[in-house]
Nanobody, 114 residues
Framework: VQLVESGGGLVQPGGSLKLSCAAS????????AMWHRQAPGKERELVAR????????TYADSVKGRFTISRDNAKNMVYLQMNSPKPEDTAVYYC????????WGQGTQVTVSS
């Protein structure tokens, strides 16, 4: 079982960045998927969640209207489109999926700075 994130990096405030997560080794399309993040010195927090079909999404209040979670079950992929990021969005972003959220990726660093 693997979840592999990619797409992190340095982005300017107000720019955009798209994170990707590739899933393998389990029935990805049967489960919801989530993006979490953890900033230095802070607890890990849930950023966005998407249902198994992709028909339902929820977001943390801090990112609502700026971030969009999506998935492509044919490709076993889940994405996080980050628009108008702010310096406070700087964190390591983790992909999470599987039964009761059993599987985690290794994380990808996102730094929002001018």
């Amino acid at each position: 079982v693997q979840l592999v994130e990619s797409g992190g990096g340095l982005v300017q405030p107000g720019g955009s960045l798209k994170l990707s997560c590739a899933a393998s080794g389990f029935a990805f399309s049967r489960y919801g998927a989530m993006w979490h993040r953890q900033a230095p010195g802070k607890e890990r927090e849930l950023v966005a969640r998407i249902s198994s079909s992709g028909g339902s999404t929820t977001y943390a209040d801090s990112v609502k209207g700026r971030f969009t979670i999506s998935r492509d079950n044919a490709k076993n992929m889940v994405y996080l489109q980050m628009n108008s990021p702010k310096p406070e969005d700087t964190a390591v972003y983790y992909c999470n999926a599987g039964a009761q959220g059993a599987y985690w990726g290794q994380g990808t660093q996102v730094t929002v700075s001018s």
